[in-house]
Each structure stands twice: as C-alpha cells, then as structure tokens.
C-alpha cells in the first residue's frame, strides 16, 4: 500500500476524536432551560404595548413563552396571519438564529442578554389596521345566527372550552357565540394549524347543515379594503375529501366578494377592494359562511380592514 | 474473511486473524459477558417514560400471560379455540414471541418480585435480547477478524444513541434485530461447518424472528442473493457449483421447513384460520397505513416519501466515527475481495463468504427504502437490522487502520508506539458514540449526531423531534408536584397503558387521572412532533395561556412541555 494511502486510515481515529469534542461541544450550545429566566427584566424595559415578539430559531420559543409569560404574548400576534400590521417587532435571538419573516424590518437596537441577543426592530411601512374582526368577536360588535332556519346565537362569556383532543376540532373559548345547531357548530375565535402548522388565529365558522352562518358585525370603521385568510384545521383539509366553502362578504347589504376556499388550498389569503364603502366611519360587515355539504368542514377565516 | 480452523477444505493461508482455541473459549465468555453487561447497563438506565407502542404491547403481553396461566391450570380449556382466539386477537398484526417474552417476565416478576418496577419486567425479555444481539456481534467481528473488530463493532453497535434508547423498550425492533443478526451467524456458521447442527439453528433462530416482526421476511432474500453470489464467485474461479452451494442450501432448506413450524408453535393465533390469518398479518404490513414523520421541516404522511430519508437520517443519528470506520472497513475488504475474484483465487468465494453476507445484511435492510411509497413514520428503526452489519464493518475499519498505523509508524522507525495503536484507535473509535447516548439518555428519539449540530442543529433542521410519546415519564415529578389530588391530565400522545405502567411502577401519583381531551384537565402536556401542534393550540385557546408551566428537553431543544389551566 502506498504509504499517502495507508495514512487515510488515520481519518478513523482522527474522525472519533473530532466527533468526540464537538459531541461535548454541542451539549452547550443551545441555552438551557434556566437561562431564559434573565430575558423579561430585559424585554421589560423595551417592550410596548402592540410589540411583536419573535424567537428565532421557532423552535426555542416555547422556553422564551414560560420565561417571560402571556404579556409578551397576545394570541393575535403569536398565531397572526402576517406581520405587517405591527409596527415594532422585538426578535430575541437564541444561538445565532435570526427570523426571517422579519427581513424587511429595520434594526434600530440591539442589546445582548446573556446568552441571547435582543433587536428591537421597526416596520419601515406598517399597514394600518383599522378594525380586526376576529379580535372584536363579542356582543357590541358582533352578532351570530344562520339562515335556514332563521336563527340566532347567543353569546356566552362562560362555557365549557372545548378540545378535540387526538385528530379533533380546534379548541374552543369560554367566551363563544353557542349556535342552537349544538356546540360543535359554535362561532369563537379560536387557533387552527395550518398547511404548515403554523397557528392561525381566526373565526371558527362550521358551515350550517342547511342555508348559511352569518356573522355580522356593526358600526365597523373601513379601510379600503376588507383582507384576510381562509382555512381548515390541516389535518382535516388534507384529506381533500370535503365540500368547497364558501365565504360572502357584505358591506352594508351589498355583496364585496366571495372566497371560496377548496380542501388543500392551506391557509389563503383573500382581499375585497371597498370601492364606494371605503373610509366609512360605520358601517355593517357581514361573513356568510357555507357549504353544500356540511361534514367536517372545520372552517375558520381571519379578516381585517385597513 | 474464512476461519480456517472451521474449514478443513481451505488450502490457501487465510487472510483472517483466526484466532485459537483457547482464545475462541476465552472470546465465548468475553461475549456472555459483555452481553450481561448491556443488560446490567440497560436496567440500570431504565428510567425512560413508556412509549405509545408499548403500553399496546403491555395490554397484549397481559393477555397473553393469563392465556399461560391457563394452560398451566387447565390445559383442555386453554386449547380451545375460543380460548386462544379470546386472548391472542390483541395486538394480531404482529406475531407473538416478543410479547409471549414480556408475558413471562411479567408472570415471574408477579411471583418472585425480581424488578423494582413492574415495567421493567415487560422490558426485561427486550434487554436480554439486546445483550445477545451484542454478544452475537462481538463474537462474530471476533471470529471473523479479530478482537479488535469484535469490541468495537458490539460497542460501536450498542452505543449508537437510537440502538441504545430502543434496546430499553418492550418494543419489537431491538428483538428483530439481534434475532435478524443471530440467524445471518448462523447461517454464516453453517457456510463454515459441516453436519446439521448449524443449519438447523439458522432454521430455528429464522422461526424466533419470523415471529417477531416481519422485518423477517428479508432473511431468505438475503441468503438466496448470498448463494447466488457465492456461485457466480465460484464460477469464476472455476470451482465447483455444487461444493459452493452446499452448505447454502441446507441453511435455506432448514429456513423453510423449521421456520414456518416455530412460528406456527410460537404464535397460537395461527392454530386454526390459519392461511386466513397469515394473509391477514402479511397484508396489514404490505398495505400498512400511512403515519406523519417530519423531514427536513415537511411533514410526509403519504407516498412519495423522500428517498433521501434513510440515508440522512442514518448519517445525522449514527455517530460519524462507526459510518466512517465503516466505510473504511467495507473499501479495505472490498478492494481485497476483488482482488481476489480478478485473480480467480480458487478460494475466493469461501474466502470472502461473511463479506459478502455482512453487505447483504446492510442491503436488504436499506432495500425496502429504495422506494418512496414505503413508510418512514418509525424513523431510524425501521432499518436498525442493518445497524449490526454496519457496526462490523466498522469493526473491521478499525482493526484495518490500527494495522495499517501501526506498519507506518514502523517504516517511519516509531515502532515503539506502535503497541498503543490498536488500544488507541479501539478507545478514540468508541468514546464519542458512549458519551453521546449515554448524554442522550432517556431522550433517545431526540438525539442527532454532531454533524447536523446535535438536537439543536436538528431542531433548526426541521428534522422529527420526538414521538411514541414516551416523554411524559421525564414530566412525573412536575406533574406530581403541581397537581391537586385527583388531578386531571391531558397526556397527549401516551397511550393509557403507558400512562398506567408509570403509576405502577410508582414514579406518578396514583391519584392522577390521564382523560382525552385537554378541556377535561387540569394540566395538559404537548409532546413536540411537527404535526401534532394542533395540540398545543387547542390547550392554548381552552386554558386562555400560551405559558408553559415546564419545558423540558434535550440540551436545551424543547421536547415536552406542559401548559396549567387557568382558575377563573
């Protein structure tokens, strides 16, 4: 054997003695749980009100949410369908990791906390949100029913919340609207997965066995338009074994579009221009959810004006 | 790679460090010994939570032994058929030794109180299994090239962190694998022996794992491919077909006529329907349902699956040094094999016989991965019967290097260091996989090597964080602290007898009630999997926090954590 050949055997132990250390190596590389407990003096001082905050990488964010707590952490913006609505976001960096949903954001401040760094990011054009229908989901807003027959829902700030558990429905809020076609067919905002298991926060809307499920809401300021996002809690969408869903929006009586959202579609997004209605002080927006047919159709839909 | 004490045929000085008798006895012992030893290590890390697949297999093993017990009392009534029906229906898509062994040990345990905690009893048939599949290992890299080929292929095996965490379960896959190894020695023995004895064990230990779990069926593939290699060797070194093909032949012979009887014997299910059940039992596996698996940051639930899977996930969970040592050792021997067959050395086939058996154990365990509609939901150990073969592998790599060092080191005149060679690359090739599962432990399926940056690197890779949910047995003192009596909680993806084993054995209070539905409890628990977050959400969304109250993990990757109802 040629002697430069024979010492590529040495790559045998050389490679365990490598591996060995960065084994050792890696054991610290990531904070441990622990560590995290020094982050919330620290987002104390610059958190406001309305902030996003984002960890990156994804998946160290359960630690940050038991440190610093559901403050830092308002549904709306942890399951939020997009980021441009905020105008600061504060992205706590574990090990290096960056989030890249905050790529347009502009960096104005950077502090290290321990073992994370801490930017304070600013929105260089947020999009101004002027009415959230999902976050305004409740009587003095909002009113339920369906159309066949005429029915009307009534709010609850007290029920039972609901789970599927294993390969079942969204969880649903104490504070729903309880529809008389039984508890499944409930109206409430809640949090699916979507295609990529991301949580979306949005308007649990089944469709009605029969006619539609109207949500409406009065006296809505517009924007110039009404956005959003449709979609099925994934595992049930994936199957591609159900009906299309059909979403109708109206502004003061007068139809501004219809979204109809196919099983695999994943969470879409849908924008109905306001024409004449746009820049309405008050106003009377109506969602009319339905279905040819009504098995399983988890649907649930997020929806804005700005 | 022939052992000529075995061979009286062979003419040629063997290229294989054969060792003596006195060795071979000495070695015999080494390997009961180490064997032992793995099981010893295994009870004494037996604190992993229990697995989804393993509470089904408790329920099973139950059912079974009060079958056992039944027969020993009145063995008339037990033989009936809707005796055996009544207990052997649970779990029938998977044959019954393994479960028949856990059955045993639990019986014993039951009546001689041998393990502190009644889980381990389930377990221990699994562990036992791992300590032959071990010893086997050894014994073999011993034989067939020496110790230095046998210590580190058996460690090298052991210590790959998912061999290591699987061994600890009363699953199927640990068992299939030292029984899938077992019957390859045999047969190999067979190749080098005369008389029926080893042909006769290649048939039985093939019955053992065709009644453990279907990976089995591969094991007449891969011999018939073995025979037809050893002809097509033969042919082309001009010896005799028939000589080659002998002993082949007895083994397949004994594989079908021994095998089908131990699991006809072993498996009372099939005592009657039986052509109705076997056809059932072969079709739930060939037509198996398809389960979520993540991958590179996807979710794969249906064909096509990435045919890129196995081999990533071997490299990013079979520590580096053993894939390296591995390949080094199949080119070292590859190269002499073909050598030999250029040179129609009139011995190559026998020659090169364990060889060629060694990459037709890595090949047919891989096959079945070649096509992207064949399930990836079990990860890493659907294919672990190809992980003894590659740890020989090694094995051999390593004893190649150290000799080839240690031949350098003389022509260079450091032959005085030499001696330290073998000892040095033995101990450089197994500390790294020892220190990372035993650092692992007992979160197994959460382990990734070094070159995908460990549990983090793989966290930020999007590759499968956990499953079985097994990780609740890591939560029990948060849980036994935090709840009131009689507390609720959402175990999330534990099955119930899983969750009942941990208050068996005393780890959970027995006053806490496991219910299905995060709404029903007081606690629930999330065990991360890229397609279970829906349940996280839904604990969110009923709760009214996004808090965890714990979170618990591999260095510092959440795994499991838990969220607190919130009292009005």
């Excluded at chain 2, 010893?40 to 229990?50: K, P």
């Excluded at chain 2, 208050?503 to 279970?532: I, N």
């Amino acid at each position: 054997m040629k002697p430069r050949l024979a010492w590529a055997f040495a790559l045998v132990p050389l490679v365990g003695a490598v591996e060995l250390a960065l084994a050792l190596s890696a054991r610290g590389a990531a904070p441990q749980p622990a560590a995290y407990d020094a982050l919330e003096p620290a987002l104390r001082e610059v958190y406001r009100e309305g902030d996003l905050v984002v960890v990156a990488p994804r998946w160290a964010e359960p630690h940050v949410r038991r440190a610093l707590g559901d403050r830092y952490f308002p549904l709306a913006a942890l399951a939020r369908s997009d980021e441009a609505r905020f105008e600061r976001a504060l992205e706590i960096s574990v090990s290096g990791g960056r989030a890249p949903e905050l790529a347009g954001f502009r960096q104005v401040a950077e502090r290290s906390v321990g073992p994370f760094v801490v930017r304070t990011l600013e929105n260089p054009s947020p999009a101004r949100v002027v009415f959230d229908f999902v976050e305004r989901l409740e009587p003095g807003w909002a009113s339920v029913g369906g159309t066949e027959p005429e029915t009307r829902c009534a709010w609850s700030e007290r029920s039972q919340p609901m789970t599927g558990g294993l390969g079942g429905h969204p969880g649903f809020p104490a504070r729903r609207f309880e529809c008389p076609d039984g508890p499944y067919l409930n109206v409430s905002a809640t949090v699916i997965a979507d295609q990529r298991f991301m949580p979306r926060r949005c308007i649990w809307a089944h469709p009605t066995k029969r006619g539609a499920r109207t949500i409406r809401f009065s006296g809505v300021p517009l924007g110039a338009r009404i956005a959003g996002h449709s979609g099925m809690y994934w595992m049930i969408e994936r199957a591609g074994a159900g009906a299309p869903v059909e979403l109708e929006v109206r502004v003061d009586g007068e139809l501004v579009g219809v979204e109809r959202h196919a099983d695999g579609e994943g969470w879409k997004p849908f924008a109905f221009e306001l024409g004449s209605h746009a820049g309405k002080a008050t106003s009377t927006v109506e969602f009319l959810v339905s279905a040819s047919d009504y098995k399983d159709r988890h649907f649930c839909f997020q929806a804005d004006t700005r | 790679m022939s052992e000529p004490a075995d061979d009286p045929q062979s003419s040629r000085p063997s290229l294989a460090l054969g060792p003596s008798e006195r060795l071979r006895r000495l070695y015999a012992l080494v390997a009961v010994a180490l064997g032992a030893a793995v099981v010893a290590l295994l009870l004494l890390t037996s604190d992993a939570g229990y697995a989804r697949d393993e509470g089904f297999y408790f329920y099973a093993a139950k059912r079974y032994g009060e079958w056992f017990v039944l027969l020993v009392r009145d063995r008339g009534e037990a033989l009936r058929r809707a005796a055996i029906d009544a207990h052997f229906v649970v779990n029938h898509e998977h044959p019954a030794l393994a479960k028949s062994l856990f059955a045993v040990s639990h019986l014993a345990d039951r009546r001689l109180g041998l393990f502190a905690e009644p889980g381990t009893a389930f377990r221990f048939p699994a562990m036992v299994l791992a300590g032959v599949m071990t010893a086997i290992t050894f014994h073999w890299g011993v034989r067939a090239r020496g110790a230095v080929t046998g210590v580190v292929a058996a460690l090298s095996l052991i210590f790959m962190p998912r061999v290591f965490f699987h061994a600890h379960l009363a699953c199927f896959d640990v068992p299939i694998t030292a029984l899938f190894v077992a019957t390859f020695y045999a047969y190999d023995r067979t190749l080098k022996s005369s008389g029926w004895l080893w042909p006769a064990l290649t048939g039985l230990s093939f019955g053992l794992a065709l009644s453990t779990k279907h990976n089995s069926w591969f094991l007449p593939i891969a011999f018939a491919a073995h025979a037809s290699l050893l002809a097509l060797m033969a042919w082309r070194s001009r010896q005799s077909l028939r000589t080659t093909l002998r002993r082949p032949l007895a083994a397949l012979l004994t594989m079908a006529t021994i095998g089908p009887l131990v699991l006809f014997a072993t498996w009372p299910w099939l005592w009657f329907d039986t052509w109705a059940r076997l056809k059932e039992y072969a079709s739930f596996h060939v037509n198996h349902e398809y389960y979520n698996m993540e991958f590179l940051g996807e979710n794969y639930w249906k064909p096509p699956f990435p045919r890129g899977y196995a081999p990533l996930m071997t490299v990013a969970t079979v520590p580096l040094v053993t894939l390296v040592a591995a390949a080094f050792g199949t080119a070292a021997l590859g190269r002499d094999a073909l050598r030999d067959l250029r040179a129609r050395e009139p011995e190559v086939a026998a020659e090169h016989a364990t060889l060629v058996l060694w990459a037709l154990g890595v090949a047919v365990s891989y096959g079945p991965w070649l096509s992207s509609g064949t399930p990836i939901f079990g990860g890493t150990k659907h294919w672990m019967t190809a992980y003894p073969f590659l740890a020989l592998f090694a094995g051999a790599g390593v004893e190649r290097a150290a000799s080839v060092i240690r031949e350098e080191l003389e022509l260079v005149g450091a032959a005085g260091v030499g001696r330290v060679v073998a000892p040095a690359c033995v101990v450089l090739a197994l500390a790294s996989p020892v220190f990372q599962s035993l650092a692992a432990h007992p979160w197994g399926l959460s382990a990734y090597t070094p070159i995908v940056g460990g549990a983090p690197g793989a966290a930020s890779l999007g590759l499968n964080r956990t499953f079985w949910g097994y990780t609740t047995g890591s939560l029990t003192d948060t849980l036994n602290r935090e709840l009131p009596p009689g507390g609720r909680v959402y175990p999330h993806d534990t099955a119930g007898a899983s969750w009942e084993m941990l208050q068996r054995d005393g780890r959970l209070r027995k006053d806490l009630r496991a219910v299905g539905r995060a709404d029903d409890a007081d606690v629930a628990l999330y065990h991360h999997e890229l397609h279970m977050q829906g349940q996280e959400y839904q604990a969110w969304v009923a709760y009214g926090t996004v808090q965890p109250v714990v979170v618990s993990g591999l260095d510092g990757v959440p795994v499991v954590w838990a969220y607190k109802r919130r009292r009005p």
